[in-house]
């Protein structure tokens, strides 16, 4: 199994719930709605979910494996730092590129 695309549908600035996330395994399925979360000591991943009649929330999809879970996490996490980073770049940019306000001499 290969992760050949990542996406960050959406970056959450409060409460601990970080993103949302969408992956695409081997070019053949998507899976939408991983949630980027953060727990007390780190960031983890939550796969997409859905509460049942007893209002418990279950997973609909998962990893089998701990092995397949730990590299569906790192992968989605880097993206995450990246898009993070990424998003921090381009804010600096941007306030760089401000024209500085000069008062003028009268």
């Known amino acids: 199994m290969e992760i050949t695309d990542i996406k960050i549908r959406r970056i959450i600035t409060e409460g601990r719930l970080r993103?949302?996330?969408s992956v695409t395994i081997d070019n053949m399925l998507a899976v939408h709605d991983i949630k980027v979360?953060?727990?007390?000591?780190r960031l983890f991943v939550a796969m997409p979910s859905r509460k049942d009649e007893n209002g418990v929330f279950r997973?609909?999809?998962h990893p089998i494996s701990a092995a397949a879970r730990k590299m569906m996490e790192t992968q989605?996490?880097?993206k995450y730092q990246e898009h993070?980073?990424?998003m921090e770049a381009e804010e600096q940019a941007e306030t760089a590129a401000e024209p500085e306000?000069?008062?003028v001499a009268v």
Request: aromatic letters at 0%; zero cysteines; charged letters at 15%.
């Open 101 to 103: 306000a000069h008062p």
């Open 84 to 86: 993070l980073a990424l």
């Open 76 to 78: 989605i996490l880097e």
């Open 19 to 21: 993103a949302v996330v």
């Open 59 to 61: 997973d609909i999809v």
């Open 37 to 41: 979360v953060q727990g007390d000591a």
